[in-house]
């Protein structure tokens, strides 16, 4: 028998009854729909909350130092770890409660009709800093090695502060008053990324701060290569305070592969087993209609037998039309499946993310199913005697 | 001489019943090329039974049953089935005419479990359809043509690949008499072109047309002396 003959047959044995083969159909476009979406919306939804971990987050590590009796972190311990192999920036920062509200003004005049007194943060910090807040000097520098080895008086202000001081150019070495003493601004720090409180806050080189009560380090921000966050987090604090690296506590970003699984595992486990609950109750339904067909063209297959059918040739004839209908229902599920999540996506702005598996796979299930549920009505066509069956 | 187109010898069909049922017992007949059989008898003579070890769809219990100069009885089921599609041409009481496909589809039907080849079928059926003289229905679906006409084109689906034997199955239960009558002038037109028609009938019209009338009685044969209207 002629492939193409066999094909005709069994297309002309589904279109004799277009309706039926259309509900049949039904069961597998809805369990292959389902099996689609599920996949289909939960690697969307996962790539979008990794998306959240971007590379900002992916990549700041900070090392928080607690009090302690004896410092365990010293100014000059921040080297070490931006020796580490992924580090691309870190710097030391002081915080106190002392300096937090300071009383900053830009001149030393008493101006009843205005208020210079601003209330601002002071934090003294390594000259890292605009590395490793990621941010650019907006005017002027930031201090270096040398205003701290000579103890010099001179600030940096963020943005904002800078702002409601009212100063904006530094041409002139404009001055601040923290309290009563003077100092010199030599820049301000802007655009920063990480600290963003940092913007209205007057940083001071470390050993300034120390009037202020910022001599030991409270906070060492460490910005790594993509990738490299989990093992600088491992390797920071020993390399910060060895022997005491247990006392130091480290923020670092949780890991995407991890976040990604859960939310993968979380959604899947339960669709898929709706869906592949539909694709049974379409193989049952497939199975079903297929032996009512047997039943109802036995008269048919009679006749066939008679033409010189073999018994394979039958049982070859019904096995291709549930085959067909399992394709079908394949083909019309999985696109259905992706325009739902296509729409999905739509209606909550995401990216769609679709294996491109998945739009193959799909109608070769259906098509597996067809086949499974064809099994046994075909046997049933194929075992049929021509005697009985023309009767 | 060339081998006769039915050789049967002592066919014997027993059907495993308590007690058993012997339908068909001993039975010899021969058929040669162009011959024009009717096998006529009473329901439960065992018409039937014959039918269906001539077409090949049952196997008999004893003796021997050559057609066409092969042995069958000794076949397995899948040479059996070849022998029937490729040797026997199937003409039903009920037509058997698939009802969502054109005649002409119908008709090609008959070629598509041989090995021939798929050029030229189209144009084979349509030669066949020409002998039934149903040219003018090629494209009909049998739901609309008469009994006749669905007849006609169940012979000219059974003519499809030249069969060496034309097994007809009470070919005019459902036809009226205008339209048994055409189906009968096909069967002359055929037999004089040589066709092989062995039609099992309990119709005295369509016996009376045959050449050759055997009888069947409790499962045994008997030859009937042919009698015209004039004569009996």
Redesign the interface.
Known sequence: MHPRDLLNEAMAGLLARPVRSVLTTLGTVLGITTLVVTLGVAATAGNQIVGRFDELTATSVTVEVPENPFPLVDWADVDRVTRLRGVVSAAALAESNQSANLTVRSNDMVDPTRVTDQTLTVVASSPGLPAAVKGRMVEGRYFDAGHIARGDKVVVLGRHAAKMLGITRLERAPAVFIGTQAYTVIGVLGDLKREKSLASAVMLPPAVGKRYGLSTVTRVLVNTGLGAAELIAKQAPAALSPGNEALLQVISPASPTRARDAVEDDVNALFLILGLVSLVVGAVGIANVTLVTVMERIAEIGLRRALGAARRHVAAQFLLESTLTGLTGGVVGASVGIVVVVAVCAAKQWTPVLDVRLAVMAPAAGAVVGLLAGLYPALRAARMEPVNALR | MPEPVILLDDLTKEFPTDPPVRALSAINLRVERSDYVAIVGPSGSGKSTLL?ML?L??RPTSGSYRLDGIETTMLK??AR??V???R?G?V?Q?F?L????SVL?NVM??E???GGS?KGRRERALRALERVRLSHRVEFLPGRMSGGERQRAAIA?ALMGEPALLLCDEPTGNLDSKNTDAVLDLFDDLRAQGMTIVVITHENEVSERAARRVRITDGTLAEEEMCTRATC
């Open positions: 269906n077409g769809l049952d089921d899948s089935t070849t029937r599609g490729s026997i199937f039903f009920s058997h698939l009802p969502h496909r589809e039907l008959a598509v479990y041989g798929r689906r």
